[in-house]
């Protein structure tokens, strides 16, 4: 038996940004670069992983805004597109370099890169990484949990309860309408987690979920072992605490791993550093992007950088891997002599860190399992789940209202800069619940059903944290900005038909079809 345990949990999401009415649309670029450089390699390593015999487990959380985008027909064929033109570029990088050895290499790496995912995504899984995902839940190497609808900001949404349930449930009913089984676990958006929440988790069959360290460490009841334990809510979920130690040397870049001077540096892409002539045919519109070819590693603090070196960056990552489970095994070994019940570790992060923003991740990750599983015995990959069902006793107590954002509290969602959103969201909730209540009848015409249906996603995806998390940020704010009044605005046009008798049939075909989110939703589940 180990000492302890070591919960991975990963979780997957993006905002939803899908755009028929263009040809291409520059933020559906943050899509494509997540498949390409986080999903696609973690799919690659974890299938090497069970291919190679590894005992292993681990969580991943897929947001629904997330499974809808990897499900999308018109996505899946841009995508596909998206790669081809890498694929492209990276051979004309070939011919540019041909007389400099080095970034010669480099560009062959990425071609390789691009067409290993095109591979993936297109010979192995038709375009729907979804089954990917799915073959490795059902293997029983990865627990597959879910988050709320459109990541609200549930604790900003507290004395709303019909917008609270309505995206915890939506959340559910499309995750299980695509993976064909409802999730025991919920990863709450932004961690952010008010009392009262839990009731509502349980009532729709929610064993766990996470928090912020503080979050238990402030509970109603002193935790006897910190974060190393979880704690039943009254209602009976368990909250597992985040463990800064383990998590602060995986993310942070100053003094965690991603920052070593030979990972590949992030903030240096061909996409700005060669002619703008040369690089036009491979980005969105006019302006300079990201095209995932980054020739230089970090080197140092300074704008001058290092050519990349990749057999010198995947060392670095086994020789972190190392590091990082030593620290796990003093970690367990410390902790299972203090105490009575044997410790857990949860490690919570983006996914999106593991590849995107930190390309050696994946490798990292693959490195970290295979010494777990073969170089101690001291520690165990494990589930919150697995967890509870060996270990179902614990303290109770109500964890306290708290984010894993900045100051560990709600002000990088609502501020000066974000307030007026909220506003608009309370206005737009406060009117789906009277018109729920007015069409609260048996039969409901085919056509205002259709509409209150797209009322509810309209506030859904108005409602979407990523949105003030953006504008706070000031990156792409002006585009966050307008999406919020997109929706808004056609939530408030389909409702004023909805209330004068009056639905313009082609108008709310042409909304259902711009936003055509969580098709199975129903508007009396508001």
Known sequence: MPKGYLS??????????????????????????????????????????????????????????????????????????????????????????????????????????????HDIFISRYNGKLVTAFKALHERGVVELITTTATHAMLP???????????????????????????PGGMWLPECGYFRGLDEVLAKEGVTYFMLESHSIENASTTPFYGVHAPLYTPSGVAAFGRDRVSTKQVWSARTGYPGDPNYREFYRDIGYDLDYDYIHPYISGEDRVDTGMKYYRITGPTSWKEPYCPDAAKETAAMHAGDFLRSRIAQIEHLDRVMETAPIVVAPFDAELFGHWWFEGPQWLDYVVRKVAFDQDVVELTTPSDYLKDHPVHQSGYPASSTWGHKGYFQGWLNTKTDWIFHEIYECSHRMESLRSSHNKARVAATTKRALNQCLRELLLAQSSDWPFIINNGTSSEYAARRVNDHISRFHFLADSIEKKNINEERLEAIEYIDNIFPGIDYKKF
């Open 8 to 117: 991975f949990v990963l979780h997957a999401h993006l905002p939803y940004v899908r755009h028929p009415e263009y040809d291409t649309f520059l933020e559906e670029r943050w899509f494509f670069e997540a498949m390409t450089e986080t999903y696609i390699p973690i799919i690659k390593h974890l299938n090497q992983l069970v291919s190679d015999g590894v005992q292993f487990k681990l969580t991943i959380s897929i947001s629904p805004s997330l499974l809808a985008m990897m499900e999308d027909p018109l996505l899946q064929e841009r995508y596909n597109e998206h790669l081809i033109k890498l694929i492209e570029l990276s051979e004309r990088e070939l011919k540019r370099t041909k007389n400099d050895p080095h970034f010669h290499y480099l560009a062959g790496m990425y071609r390789s890169f691009f067409m290993e995912a």
């Open 156 to 182: 900003l949404m507290a004395q709303q309860e019909k917008s609270v349930s309505s995206q915890v449930v939506t959340g559910l009913d499309y995750f299980e309408s695509v993976f064909g089984f409802r």
